[in-house]
């Protein structure tokens, strides 16, 4: 059973930095890709960020030169730098991870985070 252990949100003013966390386990295979959703209220969930377990990376243009998303493959734990925090960042963020043998998909519970302008 995959577990997804999510941590560092909280309250940060505009021009503040985060960092959230994730640890993922129960896969025996290990994980294709671990990547930071967001929803913000009234809005759909949206990518953020993305990386595969090869290192690659991918980003939403609007964090693009302020988020970065960094990896552990041997830890199964996946990070996400956020600097120069904006209001319009202000959602619940989601870890969400792909298992590579089989290919299930797997999201944690979210954690708040809110910046105040």
């Known amino acids: 059973q995959v577990q997804l252990v999510e941590s560092g949100g909280g309250l940060v003013q505009a021009g503040g930095s985060l960092r959230l966390s994730c640890a993922a386990s129960?896969?025996?295979?290990?994980?294709?890709?671990m990547d930071w959703y967001r929803q913000a209220p009234g809005k759909q969930r949206e990518l953020v960020a993305a990386r595969t377990s090869g290192g690659d990376t991918n980003y939403a243009d609007s964090v693009k030169g302020r988020f970065t998303i960094s990896g552990d493959n041997a830890k199964n734990t996946v990070y996400l730098q956020m600097n120069n925090l904006k209001s319009e960042d202000t959602a619940v963020y989601y870890c969400?991870?792909?298992?590579?043998?089989?290919?299930?998909?797997?999201w944690g519970k979210g954690t708040q985070v809110t910046v105040s302008s």
């Open positions: 969400k991870v792909v298992q590579k043998i089989p290919k299930n998909a797997y």
């Open positions: 129960g896969s025996a295979f290990g994980f294709d890709a």
